[in-house]
T-cell receptor, first 111, second 111 residues
Framework: QQQVKQSPQSLIVQKGGISIINCAYENTAFDYFPWYQQFPGKGPALLIAIRPDVSEKKEGRFTISFNKSAKQFSLHIMDSQPGDSATYFCASNTGGFKTIFGAGTRLFVKA | NAGVTQTPKFQVLKTGQSMTLQCAQDMNHEYMSWYRQDPGMGLRLIHYSVGAGITDQGEVPNGYNVSRSTTEDFPLRLLSAAPSQTSVYFC??????????FGEGSRLTVL
């Protein structure tokens, strides 16, 4: 069963535009919601994360919006750049381990 | 600081052969885990460990074995390789805060 559902599968955005990726989770025990960025041939790396006691977290051009009642969270990339082209994964866990991932979104930013 | 080191980076096996993927971390993290990455399916958790001597199954454990005799090492054993196990395998370690630190991956092909 897929506990974390991610959309869209792929996304093409113009340089300077906003990229939005969405995730929905099922397990209400999840208490940590990270986003990972992966470049080809590399392992994923943490981009930004949020805990359910806040509704939004911003780090530079990256923002997580969190809706606890809807069990949804999203990643917004402002002023998208070609260097942001990568695969993005949302994830969730409880107590810091057994992290479950979404299926991933391939982002391409056109110059 | 090496972080998470995986070996080998590439491996080709014949159906029925066994092998071990090695993973070592030097960050003194308690949690370690193994994931497989397949196109369109994201990262799926195979096995994880919350400390030396303690392991548990993830989402897709069948055909794999793990042990955790030290904090640093968490090898993944394929008992009898099958073509369905062709994948990219990632080892990760994490502190109790939940952030995963990934290795560079091991690409396995089973013929």
């Amino acid at each position: 069963q897929q506990q974390v559902k991610q959309s869209p599968q792929s996304l093409i955005v113009q340089k300077g535009g906003i990229s939005i990726i969405n995730c929905a989770y099922e397990n209400t025990a999840f208490d940590y919601f990270p986003w990972y960025q992966q470049f080809p041939g590399k392992g994923p790396a943490l981009l930004i994360a949020i805990r359910p006691d806040v509704s939004e977290k911003k780090e530079g051009r990256f923002t997580i919006s969190f809706n606890k009642s809807a069990k949804q969270f999203s990643l917004h990339i402002m002023d998208s750049q070609p260097g942001d082209s990568a695969t993005y994964f949302c994830a969730s866990n409880t107590g810091g381990f057994k992290t479950i991932f979404g299926a991933g979104t391939r982002l391409f930013v056109k110059a | 600081n090496a972080g998470v080191t995986q070996t080998p980076k590439f491996q080709v096996l014949k159906t029925g052969q066994s092998m071990t993927l090695q993973c070592a971390q030097d960050m003194n993290h308690e949690y370690m885990s193994w994931y497989r990455q397949d196109p369109g399916m994201g990262l799926r958790l195979i096995h994880y460990s919350v400390g030396a001597g303690i392991t548990d199954q993830g989402e897709v454990p069948n055909g794999y074995n793990v042990s955790r005799s030290t904090t640093e090492d968490f090898p993944l054993r394929l008992l009898s390789a099958a073509p369905s196990q062709t994948s990219v395998y990632f080892c990760a370690s994490s502190p109790t805060t939940g952030e995963l630190f990934f290795g560079e991956g091991s690409r396995l092909t089973v013929l």
